[in-house]
């Protein structure tokens, strides 16, 4: 595989259930971000994982739980989501310390669904 | 803190028409800016950068924008739509001020080329 993949591609989960959503990176960097896209708002930045710390929290909720094992994994593990998460989760990498660290490569995303 | 502004939500255009789609930015220091495009149910792929050096730059299928740093603008132009370039177009800034890197993305631009 190359780039980035994310799996599930889809995801409907009940408000009472646990799921994760992984993204992998085949691109040898060692950035990675999630983003929140919901209908009719902008990219909302979540996460960001530099060298494998993690350097952003947007005031993302807690039932929100980020994991960066390597630099190339990249986990979104869900529990007790609400109706309002239901967006599609874009994760995204770019090379850390370089000039070109200014640009970010993305997956496909998860389309997630809470009923 | 750097901003990005797209100042049309929509646009439509008929087939084989030129197409401006507007991006300004706030920035107070040097700037690398971006433009993605997000085809439906898709991640968003990188369409064409602005470093540094010539101040137009292209993409691959015929879109180009032209970095203007007194009117702080990034436009996205082609001369000549195809249906196959209805998608939503994002401009974005790279943001280096917490010591990592991250883009800030305008809101979007649905570009809607009809037959």
């Known amino acids: 595989e190359t780039g980035v993949t994310q799996t599930p591609r889809h995801l409907v989960m009940g408000m009472t259930n646990k799921k994760s959503l992984k993204c992998e990176q085949h691109l040898g960097h060692n950035a990675m971000y999630w983003y929140k896209q919901s209908a009719k708002k902008p990219l909302e930045l979540m996460f960001v994982?530099?060298?494998?710390?993690?350097?952003e929290n947007n005031s993302v909720p807690s039932r929100f739980s980020p994991e960066c094992p390597n630099s190339s994994h990249l986990f979104l593990h869900l529990h007790t989501l609400q109706p309002e998460d239901s967006a599609l989760y874009l994760c995204a990498s770019s090379p850390a310390g370089t000039a070109l660290a200014y640009e970010q490569y993305f997956g496909p995303g998860t389309r997630l669904t809470v009923t | 803190a750097q901003s990005v502004t797209q100042l049309d939500s929509q646009v439509p255009v008929f087939e084989e028409a030129p197409v401006e789609l507007r991006c300004n930015y706030s920035?107070?220091?040097?700037?690398?800016l971006f433009w993605y495009v997000q085809y439906p149910n898709q991640g968003l792929q990188l369409l064409l950068k602005y470093l540094s050096g010539s101040t137009l730059v292209e993409s691959i299928n015929g879109f180009e924008a032209e970095f203007n740093k007194s009117q702080t603008s990034f436009h996205l132009r082609k001369p000549s739509v195809h249906i196959s370039d209805t998608a939503e177009y994002f401009c974005?800034?790279?943001?280096?001020?917490?010591?990592?890197?991250?883009?800030?993305f305008g809101a979007g631009t649905r570009l809607a080329v009809h037959p």
């Open positions: 974005a800034v790279s943001d280096f001020s917490g010591g990592y890197n991250k883009l800030i």
């Open positions: 920035s107070s220091v040097s700037v690398y």
């Open positions: 994982y530099s060298l494998e710390e993690r350097v």
